[in-house]
């Protein structure tokens, strides 16, 4: 796997947990001294965003690795696996921050305005703006599910920290309600992320089934060839976060095998210049014949 990308990746990994970081840091210093709930709850939903970069960081590499003895297939499974960790993370997270947040609407709020207030969010969102830039910079390159999942953090963190401003604004014209009120809407988006996150990565691991233009896409890729007579047993599936084909191809059945080992060669290429495509099995079969299953099955039946 390409070193440079590795490189990158791991960089990227490195600025969003130091973003995290300087986050929670301003804005929990200014939370604590001010007692405001909308930027406790910003800085603790950035103590998950912590949590999952660092996660990413940890493993989320192990997908540029190479297949070895304890892993044929390679290690594409580890990046989805890294962002339900960082979905989870996240949603357990938000829960925390809503229960908060509804204890804050319900008992009140005796927060008083403070100048210092809009100064930390603002650096909160100028801080995760510049490591979403970066982070979707590399992953347009890389194409990582991790870094995507921490780019779409990044980005509803800044809209969580707009929510959170907009709350302390509402203080500012004189009603503090407003503060745990940005607090909980920040929760269910905390909690709405997360909870995305997952669905879309829990698909890759599980090996779920392409999307059915794909699996036409691949169809009519084997049918193009002009030595192809039929394509039956197709599925595409999720390999980790790349597709992988098996198929079965009727040819003719007096082709000769060195030629049957070339059609099955040419198939397999151009079934791997699909983008998206990892790897692709490629059974020949004589047309006409039929499959042992279906003459098990036909016995079965009788």
Known sequence: MDQ???WRFRRASWLNVLGNLAKILVEGAIGVATGSV?????AAHSVADLIASAVVLMWGGAGFDDPDEEHPHGHARFEPITAVVVGSAIVLMGIGLLYESTKGIYHGSALE??????????FAIANMAVVYWYTVRVNDAIGSTALGALAVDCRNDIY????????????????PVFDPVAGGLVSVLVIG?????????????????APAEMQERVRGTLLSHSDVRGVHDLVVYYEGTEL??????????GMSLREAH????????????????????????????G????ADEAGGRQ
Request: proline content about 1%; hydrophobic content about 45%; overall charge negative.
């Open 113 to 122: 305005f403070s100048y210092l207030l809009i100064a930390g969010l603002l």
């Open 262 to 289: 070339e059609l099955e060669s040419a198939l397999i290429r151009k079934l791997r210049m699909i983008d998206g495509i990892r790897d692709a099995h490629v059974h020949l079969d004589p047309s006409g014949v």
């Open 193 to 209: 992320q997360g909870i995305q996150i997952g669905r879309e990565n829990v698909d890759y691991i599980v090996g779920s089934a």
């Open 38 to 42: 909308a930027l406790l709850a910003d």
């Open 291 to 294: 499959e042992w299953k279906d």
């Open 160 to 175: 969580t920290s707009t929510a959170a401003l907009v709350g302390i604004l509402g203080v500012w014209a004189g009603y």
């Open 244 to 253: 992988e084909v098996e198929s079965h191809v009727e040819v003719d059945g």
């Open 4 to 6: 440079a990308l590795r």
